[in-house]
């Protein structure tokens, strides 16, 4: 693929597609913690890890 232009920066993808998925990442940890979700996994970071590769992922196939 090639580099997005933003500004006279070129930035691979790959990179714009994980900032996205860390804004939605952000949102969704704030989400999660609301609703106590976070009460019932054995290791947080791990579950944010996951869930980080989850985002990524579907926004990759819909950016992508």
Request: glycine share 10%.
């Amino acid at each position: 693929m090639k580099e997005i232009d933003v500004l006279g920066l070129f930035f691979p993808p790959f990179l714009i597609w994980g900032v996205i998925a860390f804004l939605i990442l952000g949102w969704l940890r704030v989400l999660l913690a609301r609703i106590g979700f976070y009460r019932f996994v054995w290791h947080r970071s791990l579950v944010d890890i996951a869930l980080w590769v989850i985002v990524s992922g579907v926004v990759v196939t819909f950016l992508g």
